[in-house]
């Protein structure tokens, strides 16, 4: 074959996996090309809350925390029920805490301990998070690690439209389509880091046809490309009907409304100023819940101590300064600002607090932390499809198996574009499990390539 470039590694999508991926790659010595779609270094991983799950760092112990991947992985099965992969869930656990002590250490990323909240699955604080609570500001610093690097080159406005494949099936490059026409680049390994089919609506339809019709609140460019290259290599796909969803993004500015105001003691009603179940399990699931109800709406209800709690999050923060939250001294001034009936909000309220004294509701909530107190505040919130959670299957060196559940040669997978650890339902997506498989499998993958050419 005729090459227009020959690297060690080529990555496809320069989000969080795929930046990771090179980095971790460059560090063991490799030269690598990324390869982006379009001509921003964005992809989900800049819309995230920029929260990370890993266990048993140091930035745990200094707080005291007793964590361990062991019981991080606990927790996953947990929330999904045994259904992911027990070998590979345990290895990105094992993976998650050196790879954020790497992240800080070798890379210079400031993250610290997220402990305003606990978020819905996790047995101990274990979120590590930039200053700013957000997945932009976690996106830039990786960005800015990578232009230092002499031997990774990143092409924007570049999407990979095949994967080339030698006389025996083993993975010999990509083709790329870029604005000085197409390109052929040789590489010993490709690493699939183009995310999931969250913005592709034929594929949704065939998954996840529940969420077809619902707000999609990811990344437009993330069409499910390499899990239809994989498909058509004869690569295992799994868990294609699981997906992060969300219960609460802002009707009025879309922007996210973190179910930190749920774990902070919040909750949400539907348009009869009514609870309709236990919003501490998760998010993502609460959002079938919220499509159940009258205009597919709901209103999230919290008060002034909940609400102070969430300004270090900078979506929560943005949606405060841009005045998109109702705030009313009574639960009837509130329900008049959301339009809702009065009486109905009220008496919603005081059973609310009558749990929070009981310890809990009529729907099995049991997390309590407070009783709600004037000024209450309020916002309408819709549901929301963040991103899919099924994808190509892996082995614990993030490699990319056939249908025999045998590695096809030289080709990886992580984040989006390979299955998670959610199992196959969105119940069993637990908070930062996005981030988890796209870092974790990304890191696992780069340097399992490198040290393999
Ligand atoms: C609002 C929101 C908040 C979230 N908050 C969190 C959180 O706090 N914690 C958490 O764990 N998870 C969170 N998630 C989930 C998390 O953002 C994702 O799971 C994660 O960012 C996925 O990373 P990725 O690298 O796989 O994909 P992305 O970051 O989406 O990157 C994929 C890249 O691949 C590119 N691409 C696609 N196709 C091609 C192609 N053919 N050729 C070249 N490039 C291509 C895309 O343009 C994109 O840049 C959140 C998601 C959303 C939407």
């Given at each position: 074959?005729?090459?227009?470039?020959?690297?060690?590694?080529?990555?496809?999508?320069?989000?969080g996996?795929?930046?990771?991926?090179?980095?971790?790659?460059?560090?063991?010595?490799?030269?690598?090309?990324?390869?982006?779609?379009?001509?921003?270094?964005?992809?989900n991983?800049?819309?995230?809350?920029?929260?990370i799950?890993?266990?048993?760092?140091?930035?745990?112990?200094e707080l005291?925390?007793?964590?361990?991947?062991?019981?991080?992985?606990?927790?996953?099965?947990?929330?999904?029920?045994?259904?992911?992969?027990?070998?590979?869930?345990l290895?990105?656990?094992?993976?998650?805490g050196?790879?954020?002590e790497?992240?800080?250490?070798?890379?210079?990323?400031?993250?610290?301990l997220?402990?305003?909240?606990?978020?819905?699955?996790h047995?101990?604080?274990?979120?590590?998070?930039?200053?700013?609570?957000?997945?932009?500001?976690l996106?830039?610093?990786?960005?800015?690690?990578?232009?230092?690097?002499?031997?990774?080159?990143?092409?924007?406005?570049?999407?990979?439209?095949?994967?080339l494949?030698g006389?025996?099936?083993?993975?010999?490059?990509?083709?790329?389509?870029?604005?000085?026409g197409?390109?052929?680049?040789?590489?010993?390994?490709?690493?699939?880091?183009?995310?999931?089919?969250?913005?592709?609506?034929?594929?949704?339809?065939?998954?996840?046809?529940?969420?077809?019709?619902?707000?999609?609140?990811?990344y437009?460019?993330?069409?499910?490309?390499?899990?239809?290259?994989?498909?058509?290599?004869?690569?295992?796909?799994?868990?294609?009907?699981?997906?992060?969803?969300?219960?609460?993004?802002?009707?009025?500015?879309?922007?996210?409304?973190?179910?930190?105001?749920?774990?902070?003691?919040?909750?949400?009603?539907?348009?009869?100023?009514?609870?309709?179940?236990?919003?501490?399990?998760?998010?993502?699931?609460?959002?079938?819940?919220?499509?159940?109800?009258?205009?597919?709406?709901?209103?999230?209800?919290?008060?002034?101590?909940?609400?102070?709690?969430?300004?270090?999050?900078?979506?929560?923060?943005?949606?405060?300064?841009?005045h998109?939250?109702?705030?009313?001294?009574?639960?009837?001034?509130?329900?008049?600002?959301?339009?809702?009936?009065?009486?109905?909000?009220?008496?919603?309220?005081?059973?609310?607090?009558?749990?929070?004294?009981d310890?809990?509701?009529?729907?099995?909530?049991?997390?309590?932390?407070?009783?709600?107190?004037?000024?209450f505040?309020?916002?309408?919130?819709?549901?929301?499809l963040?991103?899919?959670?099924?994808?190509?299957?892996?082995n614990?060196?993030?490699?990319?198996?056939?249908?025999?559940?045998?590695?096809?040669?030289?080709?990886?997978?992580?984040?989006?574009?390979?299955?998670?650890?959610?199992?196959?339902?969105?119940?069993?997506?637990m908070?930062?499990?996005?981030?988890?498989?796209?870092?974790?499998?990304?890191?696992?993958?780069?340097?399992?390539?490198?040290?393999n050419?």
């Open positions: 074959m005729n090459w227009d470039a020959e690297v060690d590694i080529a990555v496809v999508g320069a989000g996996c795929g930046l990771v991926a090179a980095l971790a790659a460059s560090d063991q010595g490799a030269e690598v090309v990324i390869l982006e779609k379009t001509e921003h270094v964005l992809g991983t800049a819309s995230s809350a920029g929260m799950q890993a266990a048993g760092t140091r930035f745990q112990r005291g925390i007793d964590d361990s991947p062991e019981q991080m992985a606990k927790d996953i099965f947990h929330k999904n029920g045994h259904e992911s992969d027990p070998e590979l869930t290895a990105v656990c094992r993976a998650s050196p790879m954020v790497w992240m800080v250490d070798k890379l210079g990323i400031e993250l610290s997220f402990t305003e909240f606990k978020w819905p699955g047995s101990h604080h274990r979120m590590h998070a930039p200053k700013s609570r957000s997945g932009l500001e996106i830039n610093q990786l960005r800015r690690e990578v232009a230092k690097r002499e031997d990774i080159y990143l092409m924007l406005k570049s999407p990979v439209t095949r994967l494949t006389g025996d099936g083993q993975i010999i490059g990509v083709e790329t389509s870029t604005p000085d197409i390109q052929r680049i040789g590489a010993k390994k490709v690493i699939l880091a183009s995310n999931g089919f969250g913005g592709n609506k034929e594929m949704v339809q065939q998954y996840i046809p529940e969420m077809a019709e619902v707000l999609y609140f990811g437009e460019a993330n069409t499910g490309d390499a899990i239809k290259w994989g498909l058509e290599l004869g690569a295992q796909v799994e868990n294609m009907t699981c997906f992060q969803g969300h219960a609460s993004v802002a009707s009025s500015h879309g922007i996210l409304v973190t179910w930190g105001g749920v774990m902070s003691g919040g909750f949400l009603v539907n348009q009869l100023g009514k609870r309709f179940g236990d919003e501490s399990e998760g998010y993502s699931e609460y959002a079938l819940e919220v499509m159940k109800q009258p205009g597919r709406i709901a209103n999230y209800i919290m008060d002034e101590e909940i609400h102070q709690n969430l300004l270090s999050i900078e979506d929560y923060k943005n949606l405060a300064q841009l998109g939250l109702k705030i009313a001294d009574t639960p009837e001034g509130l329900a008049q600002k959301l339009g809702l009936p009065e009486a109905g909000l009220a008496a919603t309220i005081e059973q609310f607090n009558q749990a929070v004294q310890g809990q509701d009529s729907f099995g909530r049991t997390w309590f932390p407070k009783k709600l107190k004037p000024p505040y309020g916002v309408k919130v819709e549901p929301a963040f991103h899919t959670q099924g994808g190509l299957k892996i614990v060196n993030a490699q990319v198996l056939n249908t025999k559940g045998e590695p096809i040669p030289n080709l990886y997978a992580g984040g989006g574009a390979a299955v998670g650890v959610s199992g196959r339902k969105p119940k069993g997506y908070s930062g499990n996005g981030l988890l498989a796209a870092l974790g499998f990304g890191f696992i993958a780069g340097r399992h390539a490198a040290e050419l």
